[in-house]
Nanobody, 122 residues
Framework: QVQLVESGGGLVQSGGSLRLSCAAS????????IGWFRQAPGKERDFVAT????????WYADSAKGRFTISRDNGKNTVYLQMNSLKPEDTAVYFC???????????????WGQGTQVTVSS
């Protein structure tokens, strides 16, 4: 079973950058697609980005296109989410998830981390 731990969240000013990491243990991530999702207070968990198992395919929510980049280092069993030009509306808890396919819906992922808080001040 895969255990996922997110890190890299924090408080940043509008226009700033953060890089989130999703580190896996228990199993290799080589055969898993990874997704990033986020959930703001009182809102549903929304898709942000996903990457295929071999890293050859990436997909983004419209809100993330051009600002966020998902990448993976299978040698380190870690997936990253580089977030640039952050906006206050990006404030949320960010979760990574592992599953068999790179999908844009949370239901397609089997394993989830506990999340990391990202707060963007205006």
């Amino acid at each position: 079973q895969v255990q996922l731990v997110e890190s890299g969240g924090g408080l940043v000013q509008s226009g700033g950058s953060l890089r989130l990491s999703c580190a896996a243990s228990g199993e290799t991530l080589d055969y898993y697609a990874i997704g990033w999702f986020r959930q703001a207070p009182g809102k549903e968990r929304d898709f942000v980005a996903t990457i295929s198992a071999n890293g050859g395919g990436t997909w983004y929510a419209d809100s993330a296109k051009g600002r966020f980049t998902i990448s993976r280092d299978n040698g380190k069993n870690t997936v990253y989410l580089q977030m640039n030009s952050l906006k206050p509306e990006d404030t949320a808890v960010y979760f990574c998830a592992a599953g068999p396919r790179a999908l844009m819906r949370a239901a397609g992922f089997n394993y989830w981390g506990q999340g990391t808080q990202v707060t963007v001040s205006s």
